[in-house]
Nanobody, 119 residues
Framework: QVQLVESGGGLVQPGGSLRLSCAASGVIFSIYGMGWYRQAPGKQRELVASITSGGNTNYADSVKGRFTISRDNAKNTVYLQMNSLKPEDTAVYHC?????????????WGQGTQVTVSS
């Protein structure tokens, strides 16, 4: 059974930092692309950052230069380092694992962790 468990969310002041973690189990972690998505109240879920199995990264324009995604295959964990946080970063952050196998997409999601940026 695939499980993705996020942690590290919380309340932080504008300009502060948080580090999110997502621990995966039940999958061969190293062959999966991993991503962080977020959903703010009343808005659609959006991609924040992604990292391929080969380590290539991609970021939403709104977080470039402030957020960094990384992965530790030995720990089956993906991270999102968030710096210079803004109130508009407030959202529930979800971890995603994805891969294509014989043309069939496989997607798994975590339950999410709340990030609130407020003074």
């Amino acid at each position: 059974q695939v499980q993705l468990v996020e942690s590290g969310g919380g309340l932080v002041q504008p300009g502060g930092s948080l580090r999110l973690s997502c621990a995966a189990s039940g999958v061969i972690f190293s062959i999966y692309g991993m991503g962080w998505y977020r959903q703010a109240p009343g808005k659609q879920r959006e991609l924040v950052a992604s990292i391929t199995s080969g380590g290539n990264t991609n970021y939403a324009d709104s977080v470039k230069g402030r957020f960094t995604i990384s992965r530790d295959n030995a720990k089956n964990t993906v991270y999102l380092q968030m710096n210079s946080l803004k109130p508009e970063d407030t959202a529930v952050y979800h971890c995603n694992a994805n891969r294509l196998r014989n043309g069939v997409p496989y997607d798994y999601w975590g339950q999410g962790t709340q990030v609130t940026v407020s003074s």
